[in-house]
Structures are given as structure tokens and as C-alpha cells.
């Protein structure tokens, strides 16, 4: 049974820096795809960034350049390094798995292509 377990949410100011984690379990091997997502109230659950398996990247528009994804296969861990925080990143973010190498570059950072979702942890930045 995959597990996905994240962890690194907070209350921050503006301007300041948060990284979440996203630690896997119950892969049968270490090549699958991450994606990270948050909704805030009201709204839709987004697509932030996610990583292929084999490493590459991919962010959404509003927070290219501020965010930055990265995995440690020998962890089962990804990471979400979010600086330059701003009000609007304000959101429950999940993270979520497929098993497939490729889903971000086939599917983009959508809900319906992970099928394995981790509990949610809360981000909040204050102006």
C-alpha cells in the first residue's frame, strides 16, 4: 500500500521561507512521479510542481522562481523549498504520487493523474 506522509507546513510572514516534505512508502521501486498541490478556501485544489522520475521539474506560473522541487530517492522523499512567500500562497498543500515516471511531462500538475494522495498540511503567510 503506498503511504505518503508530508510534513513542513506553518505560519510564516511575507517574504519568508517554508519547505515541505513528502516522504513515500510502498513503492516497488523509487521512479515514480511526485506532485505537490494546495487549495485554499473557496477555491479549487491547484497544481504547484511536480517531479518525474527521473528528476525533472515542473512549477506552476505563480510560483516559478520562488519555489523549488527537489527528491531524494535514497529518502523516498521530496522536498517543496518555498521562499519569497506571499499571501496568496496561503493553502492546505498535498502532495501525491502515481506510479509512473513520466506523469508530469504527460500529464501536467493535475489532481486527476495522481492516484495516491498524502494528508494535507496547512500554509499560512501573514502580510
Known amino acids: 500500500e503506498v503511504q505518503l506522509q508530508a510534513s513542513g507546513g506553518g505560519l510564516v510572514q511575507a517574504g519568508g521561507s517554508l519547505r515541505l516534505s513528502c516522504t513515500a512508502s510502498?513503492?516497488?521501486?523509487?521512479?515514480?512521479?511526485i506532485g505537490w498541490f494546495r487549495q485554499a478556501p473557496g477555491l479549487e485544489r491547484e497544481g504547484v510542481s511536480c517531479?518525474?522520475?527521473?528528476?525533472?521539474?515542473y512549477y506552476a506560473d505563480s510560483v516559478a522562481g520562488r519555489f523549488t522541487i527537489s527528491r531524494d530517492n535514497a529518502k523516498n522523499t521530496v522536498t517543496l523549498q518555498m521562499n519569497n512567500l506571499k499571501p496568496e500562497d496561503t493553502a492546505v498543500y498535498y502532495c501525491?504520487?502515481?506510479?509512473?515516471?513520466?506523469?508530469?511531462?504527460?500529464?501536467?500538475?493535475?489532481?486527476?493523474?495522481?492516484?495516491?494522495w498524502g494528508q494535507g498540511t496547512q500554509v499560512t503567510v501573514s502580510s
Open positions: 501525491a504520487a502515481r506510479d509512473q515516471n513520466n506523469v508530469c511531462e504527460v500529464f501536467g500538475i493535475a489532481t486527476g493523474s495522481f492516484g495516491s
Open positions: 510502498g513503492f516497488r521501486r523509487n521512479d515514480y512521479s
Open positions: 517531479v518525474s522520475g527521473i528528476g525533472d521539474t
